[in-house]
């Protein structure tokens, strides 16, 4: 076996896959931001992407929140700085921990709801019945996803957020003892708009890559359930990859300010 | 003169990596006619009709729809070639999120923009010439046995009143019987439009009862194209062999004997 052509091989394949998706995402920008808009789908996906994903992403906010106090609390109290517990919290939730944990959470829900939707329509010929039906399917099943992805999950992240600060103030008031009032003063008074805007900003790239790669491995399914099923790792995987590197990417925009 | 075909293939070549599929089909389908491609499995037949309806694109060829050229087309004009469409599809694929009525009233809705309270109203009529009931229209397609899902297919197909259907092996898993009511109902709404239909499929009893003209494809090439009344005095040992369903004769097919 030549390593050499190997390597190549590997390369290309995957400069091969970079351009397509590259090609799917333009295209699926271009239909969603040109009308006609399907509303109404938009709506139902909002429902399923964002409304049903709240319990999952509350319980992941709520113990991420809890344990940050814990570890954040012993950490400090090796140099004497126990007071900044509440502040570090708020600002380690609301600026990392509540997009990218909660991102991760959806990716693994939705992203892969919709490649095994998306997949079963490619394999059973419903993608192909759309456009005998003067329906395109990136304006038809696309481009409503990542509207909705994109919308709801800087919405999620808010809730996201609030949960996380409120699984801090619990173990802080309850078991480290700090006072209420002074916990959530110094949750405020240190807490600053780019902190939270940032984070949302993160949560809406998170949402635009979860609803892409759920279609783009929906869309290039083939070769019946066990392609559906392979589709749906493929997103999965993919969508938690992208959102790791976006993540570094999106905090180095707003760090360099 | 003659008039222009409704559609009319032209050097037809397709190639998936190196295995070649269609290797330059010409065809002609008049007006009003109804032509059926038959053929073995995995001899083309499917790639044909998606070639026309430029689900895939082929590597080289002409398709003229009423001498337009198509190949290549895209945006409002495909769009606007579509129109004249519509297509039963072999799984049948039906959308699974929506009812029966608006699985038939889809492309009058989102293609056509016809109000929802309209085109509920064709919907249940298409329904009733395919003999289906108002009550099937609220139900879901997974409730359906497999001929009630390509009945509801067909009033779909139909549905915005095509002047061209396709026809992807309409009685494929069906039952005998089924099959032939499939068969009736798509000559009487084939009739009733008026409409040009290109039909694929290996059921010969199918095949008759459609065809007005009969084409039969193998390895890539179209070996016989004549109309249903001569299938049986082709004078073509490979479709004799296949109107037979014999084992025996010039079609091999690649199956390893013991």
């Given at each position: 076996m030549n390593v050499l052509a190997l390597i190549g091989r590997v390369?290309?394949?995957g400069l091969e896959t970079a351009g397509r998706m590259g090609m799917f995402a333009g295209n699926g920008v271009r239909h969603a931001v040109l009308p006609p808009f399907y509303f109404r789908l938009i709506g139902r996906q909002m429902l399923a992407i964002g409304y049903f994903s709240l319990p999952v992403v509350g319980l992941t906010a709520l113990f991420t929140g809890m344990v940050l106090a814990l570890q954040i609390y012993i950490g400090s109290?090796?140099?004497?700085a126990e007071s900044a517990v509440a502040t570090i919290v708020v600002i380690g939730i609301t600026r990392e921990l509540g997009p990218v944990l909660g991102g991760l959470m959806v990716a693994?829900?939705?992203?892969?709801?919709i490649a095994a939707e998306i997949g079963t329509m490619r394999v059973t010929e419903q993608i192909d019945a759309l456009v005998t039906l003067s329906t395109n399917p990136f304006k038809y099943l696309v481009a409503p996803r990542l509207w909705a992805a994109t919308i709801t999950l800087p919405l999620l992240v808010l809730v996201a957020d609030t949960i996380g600060v409120m699984g801090g103030y619990l173990i802080g008031t309850q078991k480290l003892g700090f006072n209420a009032g002074?916990?959530?003063k110094n949750t405020l008074d240190f807490l600053e708009t780019a902190d939270v805007v940032s984070g949302l900003v993160k949560a809406a790239v998170f949402g635009f890559i979860i609803?892409?790669?759920g279609c783009y491995h929906g869309f290039h399914s083939k070769g019946g359930a066990q392609g559906v099923g392979r589709a749906t790792t493929d997103a999965v995987v993919s969508a938690s990859i992208l959102i790791l590197v976006a993540?570094?990417?999106?905090t180095e925009l707003f760090f360099a300010k | 003169m003659t008039a222009t075909p409704k559609i009319s293939i032209r050097g037809l070549r397709k190639s998936f990596g190196s295995k070649l599929v269609l290797d330059g089909i010409d065809l002609d389908v008049e007006r009003g006619e109804s032509l059926v491609i038959i053929g073995g499995s995995g001899s083309g037949k499917s790639v044909t009709l998606k070639c026309v309806l430029g689900l895939i694109r082929p590597d080289a060829g002409s398709i003229r729809i009423d001498g337009t050229e198509v190949v290549g087309l895209r945006g409002d004009a495909r769009d606007e070639m579509l129109r004249k469409f519509g297509m039963l599809f072999q799984g049948a694929a039906l959308f699974d999120s929506l009812k029966v009525w608006e699985n038939v009233a889809f492309g009058l809705i989102e293609g056509r923009h016809m109000p929802r309270a309209?085109?509920?109203?064709v919907a249940l009529q298409k329904l009733a010439q395919v003999g289906l009931g108002a009550e099937v229209g609220e139900l879901s397609p997974a409730e359906l046995s497999g001929g009630m899902q390509k009945r509801v297919a067909l009033a779909r197909a139909i549905a915005a009143e095509p002047e061209i259907i396709f026809f992807d092996e309409p009685t494929t898993g069906?039952?005998?019987?089924m099959a032939d009511v499939i068969n009736d109902l798509i000559v009487q709404c084939v009739k009733r439009l008026g409409a040009t239909a290109l039909s694929i499929t290996h059921d010969m009893a199918s095949a008759r009862k459609i065809a007005d003209r009969i084409a039969m494809l193998y390895k890539g090439r179209l070996i016989w194209v004549g109309p249903v009344k001569d299938i049986d005095h082709s004078q073509n040992a490979h479709v004799d062999q296949f109107i037979h369903g014999r084992a025996e004769g010039p079609i091999q097919m690649e199956v390893l004997r013991p």
């Open positions: 390369i290309l394949d109290a090796r140099f004497n693994g829900r939705v992203s892969a709801a002074s916990y959530l609803a892409l790669m993540n570094y990417i999106v | 309209k085109a509920r109203e069906l039952d005998p019987i």
